[in-house]
């Protein structure tokens, strides 16, 4: 019987795993100014879930792959997302000032610092994922992930976000729940979905796997993103580690914001069981199974 410490300790494991490979890649000895050498190893090595790259490992054991061999590509999916937050935190973006507790990275350094961290491991996520081998795999992995990374899902879904917030072009759109899903689809779901397919890709999975994890991520990713959004209204900010209370300042679209508290965790509850159902399509190793599907009822019961 796999019991919730089996769990806890398995997946230790897996972060220290990522951690050791994340801190190799961005070493940088020769060549890399020290400065945005320390920009960038301070964005992507701050603490933190590592839930994508993990989700990308899950998903290699899960349809019988050997996880080592995904490090590669977990560890360009914790980069695309570091260069992210480093971005979306920006003063041109969210404006925000602390991140996982600690001062985000235009703060600790500078805004051109900061800006250049984030190309820099943009840049090195694609370098990790030309480490897959066969070339063949790293082929269809780097398009994978640049299609996520990209202009119609995560950079397409934050230019909605932002074009709301900042007023910016001459027709404003009108909030509607499809409108505010669809971002989310594109933002918060679209890294979810690639990671699991990266690290599915790596094990060999069947087209049946690889569907199932489609639909798991996308519901994930919506019930990661609906549960951060109540976060934002009801959370502890010295536990979530940034600050709260965003959303309605700034008139920002959120799922609270649109249907309410007690409809949102009603969603949220829709979407996770959701998740599970198509969990339960992937006929695999049970451990991992066991982990993705208790990381899914968890996002329930959120605090951080």
């Known amino acids: 019987m796999i019991t919730m410490s089996d769990l806890s300790s398995y997946l230790e494991t897996l972060r220290g795993e990522v951690d050791s490979a994340l801190d190799r890649a961005t070493a940088f000895e020769v060549g890399c100014p020290v400065r945005l050498r320390d920009a960038i190893r301070y964005g992507v090595l701050a603490p933190g879930k590592r839930l994508r790259p993990l989700m990308a490992l899950l998903a290699c054991e899960l349809c019988g792959g050997e996880r080592k061999k995904a490090l590669p590509a977990a560890c360009a999916i914790e980069m695309i997302h570091a260069y992210s937050l480093i971005h979306d935190d920006l003063p041109a973006m969210d404006d925000d000032d602390l991140r996982r507790g600690m001062p985000t990275c235009h703060k600790k350094f500078d805004e051109p610092t900061a800006i250049l961290a984030g190309d820099a491991l943009l840049a090195l996520a694609f370098e990790m994922i030309g480490n897959l081998t066969p070339p063949e795999l790293a082929g269809r992995c780097c398009k994978e992930l640049a299609v996520a ?64 994890l489609d639909d798991f991520g996308i519901n994930y ?67 991992p199974l066991e982990i993705l599907s208790s990381m899914t009822r968890s996002l329930l019961n959120r605090e951080k």
């Open 149 to 212: 990374a990209g202009p119609c899902r995560l950079v397409g879904g934050q230019m909605d976000d932002v074009s709301h917030e900042k007023k910016l072009g001459d027709e404003a759109p009108e909030a509607s729940w499809e409108l505010v899903e669809q971002i989310h689809v594109r933002k918060t779901s679209a890294l979810m979905r690639v990671s699991l397919r990266l690290g599915a890709l790596v094990a060999g999975a069947s087209e049946e796997q690889l569907d199932a």
């Open 221 to 287: 990713g919506l019930a990661f993103q609906i549960t951060d959004d109540l976060l934002d209204v009801l959370g502890d900010e010295k536990t979530v580690g940034k600050r709260l209370r965003k959303d309605a300042d700034k008139e920002k679209w959120s799922y609270p914001t649109l249907i309410g508290v007690d409809e949102s965790r009603k969603e949220a509850e829709r979407v996770v069981l959701l998740a599970e159902q198509a969990l339960q399509r992937v006929a695999g190793h049970s451990m």
